[in-house]
């Protein structure tokens, strides 16, 4: 079953800004309220790397390379969770995917959106 679904993606210049969204239509509002939510991005030939995660208790964190350009948010009346990007670079440039994960005593539960290509380019 598809969970989550990205959107906002495109082509940008450098400088610009995108506004990433994840929808999570068939979750369950209690479900989506109780995750954490993330952003990870991915290039071809490397691994899928963590930009952003927003825990169901509020607490934010940043890759390093993204802070103060990127910022994750939520609206849980929508079940959207949101990635916005500014001063994009031109090493910003991957596959974009959200992600909710359900923290458990053992393997935590997690689903992945399909992903959303941002370009940066002149």
């Known amino acids: 079953q598809v969970q989550l679904v990205e959107s906002g993606g495109g082509l940008v210049q450098p400088g610009g800004s995108l506004r990433l969204s994840c929808k999570a239509p068939?979750?369950?509002?209690?479900?989506?309220?109780?995750?954490?939510l993330g952003w990870y991005r991915q290039t071809p030939g490397k691994e899928r790397e963590l930009v952003a995660v927003?825990?169901?208790?509020?607490?934010?964190n940043y890759t390093d390379s993204v802070k103060g350009r990127f910022t994750i948010s939520k609206d849980n009346s929508r079940k959207t969770v949101y990635l916005q990007m500014n001063s994009l670079k031109p090493e910003d440039t991957a596959v974009y995917f959200c992600?909710?994960?359900?923290?458990?005593?053992?393997?935590?539960?997690?689903?992945w959106g399909q992903g959303t290509q941002v370009t940066v380019s002149s």
């Open positions: 927003l825990t169901s208790g509020g607490e934010i």
């Open positions: 992600n909710s994960r359900r923290r458990t005593n053992h393997d935590d539960i997690v689903y």
């Open positions: 068939r979750m369950i509002l209690s479900v989506f309220t109780a995750n954490d």
